[in-house]
T-cell receptor, first 116, second 112 residues
Framework: NAGVMQNPRHLVRRRGQEARLRCSPMKGHSHVYWYRQLPEEGLKFMVYLQKENIIDESGMPKERFSAEFPKEGPSILRIQQVVRGDSAAYFC??????????????FGEGSWLTVV | AQSVTQLGSHVSVSEGALVLLRCNYSSSVPPYLFWYVQYPNQGLQLLLKYTSAATLVKGINGFEAEFKKSETSFHLTKPSAHMSDAAEYFCAVSVSFQKLVFGTGTRLLVSP
């Protein structure tokens, strides 16, 4: 059973370009989460999605950032007009449909975005 | 709002010594608590989790943590450190499994 798959692992973008990060959840998982880790900081929640629905986007910056999890295909985190402050590691995580206590969130290996 | 505080951004131990990484939480409702480990340039791996069953939780790689409600703590311990334990450790709290709130992490350094 493959884990949470993220690509690309490393991405370099010039200021003003767009960055697209992809995430395929573990098999059987219908919940996807995106977290951001800035240098020397812990992970910060960005968004929680289920298929075709954004459930909680309270951690998403108001501008330039968007996320989707279509019916078919991976979840996409899109950052438009990137700035140097967007340089960070972006982690995707997934979990199975909730069955009460015991659900675990599994993380991918991350996508490192560098804005030059 | 839930939060966690990890005391000590860096902890250094000798190989074979006791590992103690501190985590205190704040939550207005019974929390779920987690410890994750992150190796350089890698994702997070779950070490263990507390979901209101046994207060002493055993995880992978010989780690364990004890939930102490009176102290609002969930410290991570390992009796004998190994060189391969060198990594960054994150404590996290959740009340719904929908959103984890992470601490700022503790980097564990293990010397021979």
């Amino acid at each position: 059973n493959a884990g949470v798959m993220q690509n690309p692992r490393h991405l370099v973008r010039r200021r003003g370009q767009e960055a697209r990060l992809r995430c395929s959840p573990m098999k059987g998982h219908s919940h996807v989460y995106w977290y951001r880790q800035l240098p020397e900081e812990g992970l910060k929640f960005m968004v929680y999605l289920q298929k075709e629905n954004i459930i909680d986007e309270s951690g998403m910056p108001k501008e330039r950032f968007s996320a989707e999890f279509p019916k078919e295909g991976p979840s996409i985190l899109r950052i438009q007009q990137v700035v140097r402050g967007d340089s960070a590691a972006y982690f995707c995580a997934s979990s199975p449909p909730r069955r009460g206590k015991g659900n675990t969130i599994y993380f991918g290996e991350g996508s490192w975005l560098t804005v030059v | 709002a839930q939060s966690v505080t990890q005391l000590g951004s860096h902890v250094s131990v000798s190989e074979g010594a006791l590992v103690l990484l501190r985590c205190n939480y704040s939550s207005s409702v019974p929390p779920y608590l987690f410890w994750y480990v992150q190796y350089p340039n890698q994702g997070l791996q779950l070490l263990l989790k507390y979901t209101s069953a046994a207060t002493l939780v055993k995880g992978i790689n010989g780690f364990e943590a004890e939930f102490k409600k009176s102290e609002t703590s969930f410290h991570l311990t390992k009796p004998s450190a190994h060189m391969s334990d060198a990594a960054e450790y994150f404590c996290a709290v959740s009340v719904s499994f929908q959103k984890l709130v992470f601490g700022t992490g503790t980097r564990l350094l293990v010397s021979p």
